[in-house]
């Protein structure tokens, strides 16, 4: 049921190699109502005027994001990329990495991270006799970079092979350090910053992730 490691197989070559980038064959209206879904939850964080909230969301998604175009890339230079997704795991694959229902969670991942961090955020852990402990956002990045880790060591485990792992050296350890704990970091740390660093931070992530989809995308390399 969980898998742990890529295994370098044929079997995963195969299935990487046979992944159709943004087509359509599999599309279905569960697209419509998920976009719906996230949309909604925003708007719902800006009509309330939780501009943290929303900040964490489009932090962790814009980082995601940037992950996703290094993968893509990674997979056109070296063959494969770290991670994939098949065809009959989604309805609309967007990179090779990552499909429409796996990009909408993430984009609203983040708020949760958020939200589960105590209401007191200065608040830090195993702080006594002058120890200044560990930040409760620190924590809590790391505990939500283990879930989402195990949770895909399940998805690559399912018979549709919703995740695919090509390589021997990839797997939960290095999602988990690499990636899934970065991914958090910038959910919970992000929102706190100074109105201008924060605004600093969105405004070059979103630019950058804009500006390489706008070059790579019709240049043919991801």
Known sequence: MFVFWGDGSQAAMSLVDSIRVRSTENFNWTFIFILAVV???????????????????????????LYEICNAIIGRVFGYPLWSVSNESTTFILLIGVC????MMFSIAGMISFKMLPQDRTKRYFARDGKKGVSCKLVGAIEMALLFALFESFLAGTSNHSFIWVYKWWGVLPVFITTYIPFFLASNYVPDMEPKKRRTFLITVWGLVALLLIILI???VI
């Open 39 to 65: 949309f909604y939850v925003y708007w719902s964080e800006i009509n309330k005027k939780n501009t943290e909230v929303v900040c964490a969301g489009l932090a962790l998604y814009g980082v995601h994001w």
């Open 100 to 103: 429409w229902e796996l990009s």
């Open 218 to 220: 019709p240049a043919g």
